[in-house]
């Protein structure tokens, strides 16, 4: 909105035309998410800790340290993330772009979707939300709405194609089978940030990594100059979905405020299944699925844990890890929750690192 304001006293006032630049305007979707979150951050908490009263249930079958430590916390504080992201992203963002509309609109609904999980879980005082099958639908359904979006908007010679890391002219013409992909790389990266969300600042600093890194690579990608020089696959508009990579770091940011161990509140599947599927949207709008997975290549080590886990109990009745996800076999081996958390941090900056390494190695 802001973005179009300025646009349309560019005539009447001077200086204007600063606004047309995405950096300005994603510096400003940082700030504003930033400041909205301190804002109404605290009252949201007060509010769920009243409605909610014991709080988010803790798995009977987790570390029981967690039953004594973290009981009583309030969850949901995904709310606040998502109200900073979308309302930073109507305020900066060109709203003529759909790219913008299709990753909100995967934000949004897997967000409504983690919000009524989380809701069960807390009327029903149980850490099981609604069935599996029916949440994995609805979510296939809204990532197959976006990625329609996506083919329609896109150059026809990418739109339904899969680009590689490190080689400049390949492309795999997917056709119809790009879909099933997509809606792969969206869900997984949704769920994947979800099972990382077990322990106090765990999934949201990685996932501000990994939004700041994508918020580079979409720039690039959607500047025509530099996706040349940088033999990168150009993806006109993209360079928009910037907007939206700021808002979630400064989102992030301010919900790490009161996140940070001791938390005041955990994010829910409201906050981690739709900060992954907002990365898996941005990462098949900009073709570089294969980048998702090593920039987020510590949500991709917390899921493998669990479907190995899952795997060696079902065919031979023993356990790979003393407890999944990942994060909790560390924790039953005694390392303490600070150090832990600090050392995924440590693995996510370097795996983005890695990532963002991929953009010059062609």
């Not at 680009?163 to 809606?183: E, H, R, S, Y």
């Not at 990994?210 to 993209?238: C, E, M, Q």
């Amino acid at each position: 909105m802001i973005y179009h304001l300025m646009l349309a006293l560019g005539d009447q006032i001077p200086g204007t035309d600063v606004f047309k630049f995405i950096t300005f305007r994603t510096v400003g979707a940082v700030m504003t998410a930033l400041i909205f979150v301190f804002l109404f951050g605290p009252r949201l908490i007060s509010t769920l800790r009243l409605k909610q009263g014991k709080g988010q249930p803790i798995r009977e079958d987790g570390p029981q340290s967690h039953i004594i430590e973290k009981q009583g916390t309030p969850t949901m504080g995904g709310l606040m993330i998502l109200s900073g992201i979308i309302v930073s992203t109507l305020l900066w963002a060109d709203l003529r772009n759909l790219y913008v509309w299709a990753v909100l609109f995967v934000t949004f609904g897997f967000g409504t979707i983690g919000f009524y999980d989380d809701y069960l879980n807390v009327t029903r005082s149980s850490s099981r939300g609604f069935s599996g099958k029916v949440r994995l639908l609805l979510e296939c359904g809204i990532a197959a709405v976006s990625i329609y979006v996506f083919i329609r908007i896109g150059k026809p010679e990418l739109s339904s194609a899969m680009a590689f890391p490190f080689l400049k002219d390949t492309l795999w013409q997917m056709g119809l089978l790009f879909i099933p992909f997509a809606v792969l790389v969206i869900v997984g990266a949704g769920n994947a940030v979800n099972l990382t969300d077990g322990l106090d600042g765990l999934a949201i600093v990685p996932v501000m990594i990994a939004a700041a890194s994508f918020g580079v690579i979409v720039y690039l990608v959607g500047n025509a100059r530099y996706a040349d020089y940088l033999l990168l696959h150009f993806v006109p508009g993209t360079g928009e979905l910037a907007i939206i990579c700021g808002a979630l770091v400064g989102s992030g940011l301010g919900f790490l405020w009161f996140n940070a161990p001791p938390a005041m509140i955990f994010m829910g599947d409201t906050g981690s299944l739709s900060l992954g599927g907002t990365l898996g949207a941005v990462a098949v709008a900009v073709k570089h699925e294969f980048v998702l997975a090593v920039i987020g290549g510590l949500f991709v080590l917390e899921a493998v844990s669990v479907i190995v886990q899952v795997i060696s109990y079902k065919l031979t009745g023993k356990r790979v890890f003393r407890m999944a996800p990942l994060h909790h076999h560390f924790e039953l081996k005694g390392w303490k929750e600070p150090t832990i958390v600090i050392r995924f941090w440590i693995i996510a900056v370097v795996l983005a690192l890695i990532g963002l390494a991929t953009l010059k190695l062609r």
